[in-house]
């Protein structure tokens, strides 16, 4: 199976939120590796909102949204060269399987007002 999900936030909308409690929506929302990644950016709202818009992403290509699948199930990485992706919990392992999906690909970008991911998701048959 293949799917997609998508996802847009309002920068400004992201930096109120941290403007009000940044430690609460971090310790929320992000897994320890990417509260490094936003720190390493310098608390960018940029970053913070492209993370933000990747989970919900990958929650909208695994037709769960935020909920079934929590925040934290979902990791946003970033290789060596600086490209995004995704690593789940075992916790998602069942709608995986079900879904019949092991691999990810995301993009994400900003641009003045917003910051976008775009997510496919589906079965890979190189990986065992």
Not at 82 to 105: A, C
Not at 112 to 123: K, L, R
Request: aromatic content about 10%.
């Amino acid at each position: 199976m293949i799917t997609t999900g998508v996802d847009i936030v309002k920068i400004s909308r992201i930096k109120d939120i941290l403007n009000k409690n940044s430690q609460s929506f971090y310790k929320k929302i992000f897994n320890k590796e990417e509260i490094e990644y936003i720190k390493g950016k310098s608390y960018n709202p940029r970053t913070v909102a492209g993370l933000f818009a990747s989970k919900e992403a990958v929650s909208k290509a695994l037709g769960t949204g935020i909920g079934k699948v929590k925040w934290k199930d979902i990791k946003v990485l970033h290789d060596s060269n600086g490209k995004p992706y995704i690593r789940l919990s075992d916790n998602v392992n069942d709608i995986l399987n079900d879904l019949k999906i092991n691999k990810f690909d995301i993009s994400i970008s900003h641009e003045d007002e917003y910051a976008i991911a775009f997510v496919i998701a589906y079965y890979d048959l190189n990986i065992k």
